[in-house]
């Protein structure tokens, strides 16, 4: 079982209430971090899973309909908060990272695609058959901005299906063992967004980065539910359940590996990268 380093950190951040993140929770705002991780592989290198937001964000929703998309989600993203300028304090560059994982498509895990000429990048086929073509207000409903997706996107993706899923991880059901050494295994995160992934490292710790499948600890630990407004904005409400007590149960047989929501700020604090 080949080990991996993990580092997180994140690429600007929005605005939300608690409230919907938790439901009867208060009216408070809180900050929803955009993290991403950057794993490196003693043999395949420097790996990203997710990007965070750029500034491109705002260059994109200039302009009806994604102007409604700015309007909805206040989002904050400097230059130096970028994941690439990021990377490079610490000597990595843009070529230098292999692969991107990319959760889902909406815009705060994709914004930094097109920074990383080299990388491959790696989703679920069923996560991009989702968003594939769409454009306008279809794109919109999805949460996704074609423009921040590379024009040669196909042709650098593995596109992951768990039809053929061989290995099953107890508790977190089929899984893609992307490197087949153990070190990063992919899992079904369905519901917030169709087809998202998550995923199983092993670093110095067993470590389970769930994306969007929770928003907040309490949502996994206490299988305390978002308020139902946010269906709204969800691919599946019943399929978003059902991944949230998957990681719940996973949560209750595995409690030595650290789980991270992408944006829940009581579990990155500790976590992240701060320049
Ligand atoms: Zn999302």
Same mark, same amino acid.
């Not at 003693?42 to 009806?64: M, Q």
């Not at 990272?97 to 069923?126: M, Q, T, W």
């Not at 030595?256 to 992240?272: G, K, V």
């Given at each position: ?7 997180? /950190?994140?690429?600007? +951040?929005?605005?939300?209430? =608690? ?17 991403? !991780? ?14 965070? *937001?750029?500034? =491109?964000? +705002? ?9 409604? +998309? /700015?309007?909805?989600?206040?989002? *904050? ?13 610490? &000597? ?18 994709? &914004? ?23 454009? &306008? ?55 917030? !967004? ?18 969007? !499948? ?6 996994? /630990? ?27 149960? *996973? ?21 992240? *990268? =701060?320049?």
């Amino acid at each position: 079982m080949t080990a991996v380093k993990f580092n997180l /950190a994140s690429a600007g +951040y929005c605005e939300a209430k =608690r409230s919907h993140a938790l439901s009867k929770a208060s009216n408070q705002t809180i900050k929803f971090y955009a993290t991403y !991780a950057h794993i490196e592989h003693p043999i395949h290198g420097h790996i990203l899973f997710d990007t965070g *937001y750029t500034r =491109r964000f +705002y260059e994109f929703t200039k302009k009806y309909p994604f102007k409604i +998309y /700015a309007r909805v989600t206040k989002v *904050y993203v400097n230059e130096e908060d970028e994941a690439k300028n990021v990377l490079k304090t610490k &000597g990595i560059y843009p070529n230098d990272i292999k692969f991107i994982i990319i959760s889902h498509f909406h815009a705060d895990h994709i &914004g930094g695609l097109r920074d990383f000429p080299n990388a491959e990048f790696i989703c679920s086929d069923v996560a991009f058959q989702d968003v594939r073509g769409r454009k &306008g207000f279809f794109a919109l409903k999805k949460g996704f901005i074609p423009s921040l997706m590379p024009e040669e996107f196909q042709s650098r993706t593995k596109f992951l299906s768990f039809d053929t899923s061989t290995k099953e991880v107890d508790g977190l059901g089929p899984v893609i063992d992307l490197f087949n050494d153990e070190s990063i295994l992919i899992c079904q995160l369905d519901g917030h !967004a169709k087809g998202q992934i998550g995923a199983l490292l092993n670093a110095d710790k067993k470590i389970l980065l769930i994306s969007d !499948a929770a928003w907040l600890k309490e949502n996994y /630990a206490d299988l305390h539910l978002p308020n139902p407004i946010v269906r709204l904005f969800f691919d599946s409400w019943s399929d978003f359940k059902k991944s949230l007590h998957k990681v719940h149960t *996973y949560h209750k047989t595995h409690p030595e590996t650290l789980i991270i929501p992408c944006h829940c700020e009581e579990t990155i604090n500790e976590l992240i *990268y =701060r320049k």
